[in-house]
């Protein structure tokens, strides 16, 4: 399997162990929210546009709550199993180009909403994966920052990832900085530059 499809069933197995009311980083959703998501996401074309595009997300949000509303145990299953073989994100290449960001990012909005969570331990296919996803992401979803950002990994590892003023370097593993690059702040990472323009990155970071 690849790191979309491991993450797919270490979220799976989380969400079994947790059940549907506990919290996650998404603002507002708990485990039951974040799991109807993933299955709108993946079963509902008519749907999904909503995710992304604001004029849509009023139907998207009527389709999610129904799908919250069915049986925890059914709803799991269904984000545990994925798409039908017909759906495109089926095929092995295509699941870990489309998904690996999004369930690596959605473990761990549900692990790191838990007291007490901790990093996992390194794993080197993970971690490639995470760098890779982060600097993709990073030129998108940075693109507002009022400053330049520089993304580092603890052993060396670097990139550009916006340009501008007083530049920033966040600093940290490659987990944490594609959780950052997607505006989560339980994350263990360390910033260098003007302590201002720091925060001036912080502070677009959270509206994300």
């Not at 603002?27 to 709108?40: I, K």
């Not at 059914?74 to 073989?85: A, D, H, I, N, T």
Request: charged share 25%; proline share 8%.
């Amino acid at each position: 399997m690849g790191v979309a499809a491991d993450e797919r069933q270490a979220l799976s197995s989380l969400l079994d162990d947790l059940g549907p009311d506990a919290p996650t980083l998404c603002e507002g959703w708990t485990t039951r929210d974040l799991a109807a998501h993933l299955v709108v996401r993946e079963h509902r074309p008519d749907a999904a546009p909503g995710i992304m595009v604001p004029a849509l997300a009023g139907y998207t949000q009527k389709v999610q709550d129904r799908y919250a509303a069915k049986p925890w145990a059914g709803l799991v299953e269904q984000v545990r199993k994925g798409p039908s073989k017909f759906w495109p994100t089926a095929i092995g290449p295509l699941d870990e180009l489309t998904n690996t960001a999004e369930f690596l990012v959605h473990h761990e909005d549900v692990r790191r909403a838990q007291p007490g969570w901790e990093p996992r331990p390194a794993d080197a296919t993970r971690d490639a994966a995470a760098w890779k996803s982060a600097k993709q992401a990073a030129k998108l979803n940075l693109r507002k920052a009022p400053v330049g950002v520089t993304l580092r990994t603890k052993d060396g590892r670097e990139a550009a990832v916006k340009t501008g003023p007083d530049p920033v370097t966040v600093v940290g593993e490659p987990v944490d900085l594609l959780l950052f690059v997607f505006g989560r702040d339980a994350v263990q990472l360390d910033f260098e530059g003007d302590a201002a323009a720091v925060t001036k990155l912080q502070s677009v970071n959270r509206g994300l």
